[in-house]
T-cell receptor, first 114, second 116 residues
Framework: DQQVKQNSPSLSVQEGRISILNCDYT??????FLWYKKYPAEGPTFLIS?????DKNEDGRFTVFLNKSAKHLSLHIVPSQPGDSAVYFC?????????????FGTGTRLTVIP | DTGVSQDPRHKITKRGQNVTFRCDPI?????LYWYRQTLGQGPEFLTY????????KSRLLSDRFSAERPKGSFSTLEIQRTEQGDSAMYLC??????????????FGSGTRLTVV
């Protein structure tokens, strides 16, 4: 039972344009959401997070939007750069302060074309 | 101490053999997690420790799997009588307390297990 879903396995974007990666979840108890970036042969690295009390969090070129009513979040990368090419995982947790484990989506492979 | 270290990076074993992986977390991190990632999937939680105590195990962690964290430092994950379905990337992560705010977990590069 996949509680976090990333329905687009891949996305290609021209350098300089916006990349939008989407994520849906089913568990209304999820309270904290994160995006991880993964290069081949490396572990996932933390990118940006958002608490359920917010609907937007921005960090440089990366912005995460959360729509709790739709159980949907998205990651916007503007402008996209070739170095952003990686697999992006959305993850969710029921508790940001005492988190025991994360539920991950299946990932979206982003390719930024120079 | 530059991050979470996992050893070995790759392991090929014959079905039925036992394997053991090691994870060295960031030294000041008291929580340590094991995840498994199969092809085309995201990481799936296996178990976690707070210091030396193993506080939660996933139903994915069958009785052939055992994890330890003696002295609350490094951790080992052992798989007995390996099966082809155990082939996956095994990821270790560590964190300070359980807080995800700002930094989330720090993951290691993983151990890729291939059972032939």
């Amino acid at each position: 039972d996949q509680q976090v879903k990333q329905n687009s396995p891949s996305l290609s974007v021209q350098e300089g344009r916006i990349s939008i990666l989407n994520c849906d979840y089913t568990n209304s108890m999820f309270d904290y959401f994160l995006w991880y970036k993964k290069y081949p042969a490396e572990g996932p690295t933390f990118l940006i997070s958002i608490s359920s009390i917010k609907d937007k969090n921005e960090d440089g070129r990366f912005t995460v939007f959360l729509n709790k009513s739709a159980k949907h979040l998205s990651l916007h990368i503007v402008p996209s750069q070739p170095g952003d090419s990686a697999v992006y995982f959305c993850a969710a947790s029921q508790d940001q302060t005492g988190a025991n484990n994360l539920f991950f989506g299946t990932g979206t492979r982003l390719t930024v074309i120079p | 101490d530059t991050g979470v270290s996992q050893d070995p990076r790759h392991k090929i074993t014959k079905r039925g053999q036992n394997v053991t992986f090691r994870c060295d977390p960031i030294s000041e991190h008291n929580r340590l997690y094991w995840y498994r990632q199969t092809l085309g999937q995201g990481p799936e939680f296996l178990t976690y420790f707070q210091n030396e105590a193993q506080l939660e195990k996933s139903r994915l962690l069958s009785d052939r799997f055992s994890a330890e964290r003696p002295k609350g430092s490094f951790s080992t994950l052992e798989i007995q009588r390996t099966e082809q379905g155990d082939s996956a990337m095994y990821l270790c992560a560590s964190s300070v307390g359980g807080g995800l705010a700002n930094y989330g977990y720090t993951f290691g590069s993983g151990t890729r297990l291939t059972v032939v």
